[in-house]
């Protein structure tokens, strides 16, 4: 099968290529494989120790990247319920098994969701990182409820959007902070307020009831003293550092959650939820997406197959 794979971990994104003969996926037991049509990255992950070694610490070169995906289960493994042959579905892979850059991957099925007909795979494939990691900060680690007010650090990203109509959408106040350009992003996915990281004052903002972080720095370590006594520092970013006087600081990792997918795969029928999709490439321009002089607004998705297709293996 095709795959975008990278051998040497000193390359960087130079070792990025388009391989045509990689193996098709094995499916262990409760795996499904699926047959790829659109897929998310996360631009970072080459810097990952799962992007390197499988979870025995044993070295996995050559890897394929990516960790997001929509498409069709195109195989069962041994002992797989829940889903079946033929079903649309997406969801988040494991850190340390090669990703979704390929035509097909290997995927427990606990990690997916099933997918609505009239929501297009390059949309779902924006949702499943973005998507997991906003609702679980904001709630689940946040503990964010109405009335509530809270600092959502790069807005108009990925991440920071769907935090943001999430928020919203629980009746909480939201303060959006990102760069210039970044304001009418933000302020189109309905922030109360936004703060120019550049070229204004953090601490302008006032006490917050949650900080959600996804930039990490001295912009995190500054925010530790806006949360309120009781508040909570959320950073998916790194480890706080510094901590609220009065209040908690987490740090996470994003879990697969196929109950909370279903959820959200709900809001984006909807129209309660917009995914931030800013380009569409096809599999053999993954390693340009990669760099960051090519970079856009909103998430890029790279487009594996046509809806139509039926190739196999």
């Known amino acids: 099968m095709q795959a975008i794979t990278i051998r040497d971990r000193d390359a960087g994104?130079?070792?990025?290529s388009l391989t045509a003969d990689m193996p098709y996926?094995?499916?262990?037991?409760?795996?499904?494989?699926?047959r790829v049509h659109a897929a998310g990255f996360t631009p970072g992950e080459l810097e990952w120790p799962g992007t390197w070694t499988d979870r025995a610490g044993r070295d996995r070169a050559p890897s394929v990247p990516g960790h997001e995906m929509s498409g069709v289960v195109a195989e069962l493994g041994f002992g797989t319920t829940g889903l079946s042959v033929g079903q649309r579905v997406f969801g988040l892979?494991?850190?340390a098994r090669n990703g979704t850059l390929a035509e097909y991957v290997a995927v427990e099925a606990r990690?997916?969701?099933?997918l609505p007909a009239d929501i297009d795979h390059t949309v779902a494939a924006a949702v499943p990182i973005s998507g997991l990691t906003a609702w679980q900060g904001l709630f689940d680690h946040g503990r964010l409820t109405a009335g509530q007010t809270v600092l959502i650090h790069?807005?108009?990203?990925?991440v920071g959007s769907i935090a943001v109509q999430l928020s919203r959408e629980v009746g909480a106040r939201v303060i959006g902070t990102g760069r210039a350009n970044a304001r009418d992003r933000?302020?189109?996915?309905?922030?109360?307020?936004?703060?120019?990281?550049?070229?204004?004052?953090l601490e302008k903002v006032g006490e917050v009831d949650v900080v959600f972080d996804v930039l990490g720095g001295e912009i995190l370590d500054r925010s530790a003293a806006l949360v309120r006594a009781g508040g909570t520092l959320v950073s998916v970013a790194m480890p706080p550092k510094v901590q609220p006087r009065q209040g908690r600081a987490v740090f996470f990792v994003v879990e697969p959650d196929r109950a909370r997918l279903t959820d959200l795969a709900t809001r984006l029928r909807d129209g309660r939820l917009k995914a931030n999709v800013g380009a569409v490439r096809?599999?053999?321009?993954?390693?340009?997406?990669?760099?960051?002089?090519?970079?856009?607004?909103?998430?890029?998705?790279?487009?594996?197959?046509?809806?139509?297709?039926?190739?196999?293996?």
């Open 13 to 16: 994104i130079a070792g990025l």
């Open 93 to 95: 892979t494991d850190w």
């Open 25 to 34: 996926p094995h499916a262990a037991e409760n795996d499904v494989i699926v």
């Open 186 to 201: 933000a302020l189109a996915l309905g922030v109360d307020a936004f703060v120019d990281l550049e070229a204004e004052k």
């Open 154 to 158: 790069g807005a108009a990203g990925a």
């Open 111 to 114: 990690n997916l969701a099933p």
């Open 282 to 313: 096809p599999l053999a321009e993954a390693p340009a997406a990669f760099s960051p002089d090519k970079r856009i607004p909103g998430k890029t998705i790279i487009r594996v197959v046509t809806e139509e297709s039926t190739t196999r293996r």
